[in-house]
Each structure stands twice: as C-alpha cells, then as structure tokens.
C-alpha cells in the first residue's frame, strides 16, 4: 500500500524528476522594466514569450525557481472541456459565450501545439481522446444536458458513447471528446525560458514580492523596481483585494505509478464528481510514457477547501483505492504531490485589466484547466490586435459582472465568515509542550492564537496564527507540513514563511526558547 513503498517520491512531482527550469539569480538591484512579469508559471511564461517576440523589454521575477509553483503540480491535461462543464457556463454567461470560452480553450491548446512545432520542443506533445464518465452519485441526465449544450453550441464533435473504455471496473456511459491533447509541462515551459533569454528577457528568482503600487514593485529585500506595466501571473492575485470575494482556494491530490505499456489505452478520463460535495469527490486521470515497457499512470482527485481539512495522508490513500478499481494492473504509487486549484464563481477565469489599478494586470480563477487558461491569458494579456481576442478579453474581464453567479458567490462567502468566526472563538486542545518533533499545531496563548512546530532538531518556531491578508486563522496541514489559511487559500511554511497568496506577508514571528519543557515567547 501507500505507506509501506520504499521507493515512493513524496510530494515531488513526476515532472520533476528529472530537475526543474534552469535557475537564476535573486534580484540584489533597483532597477527600471518596460513589462514587469510577476510570476514565471505557465501565465508568466508564455506572456514574456509573445511580448519578447513583439520585442517588448520583459523583466520576470519568482519567489521561487521558474515552473517550480503550481505549474509543475499539474497534471497536464488539455482539454477544450471546462471543469465546470458547459452547461453550466451557459447557464451562466448565455450560449454565445460559453462556445467563445469553448473556442478560446481550442485556441490555446493549437497555440501550445503550434510553439512547440515552430521551436522543435520535444515535450510528449499528443493529441488523444478525453472522456467525461458518470460519478457512482451522478445520473446519466447530467450527461445528455451536458451534450444537448454542446449541440445547441453548434459543436458536433463530442458524441455519446455506451462504455468508457478503461481496463477495470465498469465505468458505463460517457461522453467522448475527439483531438484533446497532454503533454510535458516542464519540458515545454523550458523551451520557452530559452527563448525569452536570448530575446533578451531578464529573470530574478528568489525574488519575494512585499509590495505593489502602480508601475513599482517592492521586494522583501527593499528593491524597487519601476515598470511601464506589470503583470501579476501569481495564480491568485496579490494586489486586488476585491478576487477574494469572487474565488474560492481548493487543495487537489495527485498519485502516479506504473502500469504495463499498452494496458490502459491512452486517453484523457475524468468523472462528473463535484469537489463541493463531501460525498461526491471529482476524479481525473492520464497516461505518460516512462519507458519501453511501462507507462505511468496519473491520478488526480480527492479535493477538498484549502485549510479547511487535515487528512491528506487519507486522500492519497482514497485515491490509491479509487484508481486500483478502475485500473487493476496498477503497480505501487511512486509519487504523490497536492497543488491548490483556484475557483471562480462564475466558471471562468479572470484575465485582465486589473479594476482601480493603473497599468497593473492580473490572470486567476484557472478551476482545473490551468494548463490552458493559463496560456489562453498569455495570449490574452499580449494584446496583440488579433480581432477574436478582443471579444476574450470582455468575457475574461477582471471587472465583469454577473448576477447569475450570486448564490456561488454567496455561498462561497457564507463559508469564508463561517470560518473567520469559528476559528476565532474556538479553545485549542493542545499545547506547545505536547508536539512531537516534525509536528505543528494550532496553541492559544491567552487570547492569542499561536501557529507553533517543533523541527526534527526538537527546535520550536512561533508565529501569529492571523493571516496576513485578512485575518483568518491558520490551519496546520500535516501532510505538507504548511500552515494554510481556510479564507482564502494563502500557504505558509512550518516557520511562517508566505508560499500562496494572496497573502504576500510571512506570518508574524516569535522567538520560542525551550528550557526545561517551558517555552518562554519574545516578540522580535
């Protein structure tokens, strides 16, 4: 089982097996930029790609290494199907646009097909078939309105088929969508690097944002940087207070291990499952070639709201279990990683113009196709006169409206006050003198909630538990050894250091001294 395989990479994933983007140096400089990218993920990425082709000056800075954020926690699927499905988009944005957010899908899978033809980029690059099979919760209805939207759409391609064809358990009816496509993230995104360097584009990893304003970024370090524009690519945005209302942060789980070549045939396969629905986990899988004789197989599911559960060790191990029933042939998990998938209210990404900020531009809300929302808003955020990406924008806009999303937004804001009152109220158990080494918690020092670990040295660290971005209380994660915040999904590592926005603030420090068994806290 999952526990008990030597050889299980914990928390790495597959793409990263065989080491990440090429590194660069920390900003250690003020300096001036034309476009200021802030974040070097597949958004990041592909935006300096076409802005450098246009030959505009693009600076790129990261907190951390190029891929390394949650791009590379992909599962790589490609596919023109939204994770919301179209029905539900139309319901939503009516049926004109819900097929120019389908045809916007179909664009940038050709874009990432066409780079990779016009580069040479050996990634895995394959067009295949997906399937959408039913959830055991779900009927066969939701499965024929979700096909009468596609015709009414006027596309013909996706088609009812009586049997997904995976190798184990019956999967039953599904829909098939022909010329969906994967590939290898990291390879791909690489290519790109290389290009943008020799157009002479500069990239400063290691570089932690503090500040925003107006053509300037602070980091941490006190630099400045002043830019003509800048383009927050930070998968949930770090400058505009108003996204946290309109999104909702969700941990997904990933599992990898090997199969015979050949024994699972290759296609894309995800259920009708709702991450929402305690009992209705969503599904996901796909195949990569690892080698003459054994593919691996990728698995993806189990989500759940961003610091709002501590049972990670037990998804993984639903998922083992889901994936043994469908396919059988499946050898021990060599991998698992998690990733944080963010959901908007309405179905759709938000790429844009970000409201009240001048020359300030923002791309999140990615739900599960963040492979192709986030180079769709590359291609967005280029602005290139390519007549149909005009009518993107206004549908992708920051500063869309839409009332028939309000009891998403409401319910999802519910939640968030739900949790901002609990936390605060509620006594924790435990206290510092009670963690075993590698453990963190939650403690109450008075009236003050503290996020406290002991390392495997046996060395504490506290922080203040609030949240820098707008008082949640944080949660421990024990499976990541992070402390996430249950409001809006921002990650913090076991000593407070900030990972996920839209915090851009390290928790607040204490210095904890352990002597004979008492911890003694001094505000530093």
Not at 11 to 37: C, E
Not at 117 to 146: N, W
Not at 416 to 435: C, G, M, Q, Y
């Amino acid at each position: 089982m999952l526990n008990k395989n030597d050889n299980l990479v914990s928390h790495k994933t597959y793409w990263q097996r065989d080491g990440s983007l090429p590194s660069f140096q920390k900003l250690n400089r003020s300096m001036t930029a034309d476009v200021l990218i802030v974040g070097a993920g597949v958004t990041g990425l592909t935006a300096a790609y076409l802005l450098s082709k246009q030959g505009r000056a693009v600076t790129v800075i990261d907190a951390g290494q190029p891929g390394n954020g949650e791009t590379c926690r992909t599962t790589a699927h490609l596919t023109e199907v939204i994770d919301s499905g179209y029905a539900e988009i139309e319901s939503f944005h009516g049926e004109k646009n819900a097929r120019l957010a389908f045809d916007s899908q179909r664009a940038a899978i050709r874009f990432i097909e066409h780079t990779i033809g016009a580069l040479k980029i050996e990634c895995q690059f394959k067009r295949l078939d997906g399937y959408l099979f039913l959830h055991p919760t779900d009927q066969k209805e939701s499965l024929e309105k979700e096909l009468e939207t596609l015709r009414r759409m006027g596309l013909s391609e996706a088609e009812f088929c009586s049997k997904v064809p995976l190798p184990g358990r019956e999967a039953g009816v599904g829909l098939r969508f022909p010329n969906q496509a994967q590939f290898h993230p990291l390879q791909y995104l690489s290519a790109l690097v290389k290009q943008i360097d020799q157009a002479g584009g500069q990239f400063f990893t290691g570089t932690h944002v503090a500040k925003i304003d107006s053509h300037k970024v602070l980091t941490s370090d006190g630099f400045e940087i002043t830019a003509n524009e800048i383009i927050i690519a930070t998968h949930s945005p770090i400058k505009n207070i108003l996204f946290f209302l309109k999104e909702a942060a969700y941990r997904t789980y990933v599992i990898a291990a090997e199969v015979p070549k050949g024994s699972v045939p290759e296609a894309l396969y995800w259920d009708t499952g709702d991450q929402s629905i305690k009992h209705s986990p969503y599904h996901y899988v796909r195949m990569t070639p690892k080698s003459e004789t054994v593919d691996l197989l990728i698995v993806g599911g189990e989500d759940h709201k961003t610091g709002q559960e501590d049972d990670g060790d037990l998804r993984f191990k639903n998922l083992e279990q889901w994936a043994r029933k469908y396919f059988p042939m499946m050898g021990e998990v060599e991998y698992q990683w998690s990733g944080q998938v963010v959901e908007p209210v309405d179905g759709l990404p938000y790429i844009g113009k970000s409201p009240y900020h001048k020359d300030i531009y923002i791309a999140t809300g990615y739900s599960g196709n963040g492979m192709t929302n986030g180079t769709l808003a590359g291609l967005i955020l280029d602005r290139s006169d390519h007549g149909y990406k005009n009518q993107w924008a206004e549908l992708f806009s920051p500063t869309r409206k839409n009332l028939r999303s309000g009891m998403n937004f409401l319910e999802e804001n519910l939640n968030v006050v739900k949790e901002l009152i609990f936390d605060r109220i509620k006594k924790e158990p435990l206290s510092a003198e009670d963690l075993a080494r590698g453990e963190g918690a939650i403690i109450q020092k008075g009236l003050h909630k503290m996020a406290v670990y002991r390392d495997e040295k046996g060395t504490l660290s506290e922080c203040s538990a609030t949240c820098p971005h707008l008082g949640g209380v944080v949660q421990w994660n024990s499976t990541e050894k992070t402390f996430d915040c249950p409001l809006h999904g921002s990650r913090f590592t076991a000593d407070g250091i900030v990972i996920t926005g839209p915090a851009i603030r390290d928790l607040k420090k204490e210095l904890c001294l352990l002597n004979e068994n008492k911890i003694e806290a001094n505000h530093v």
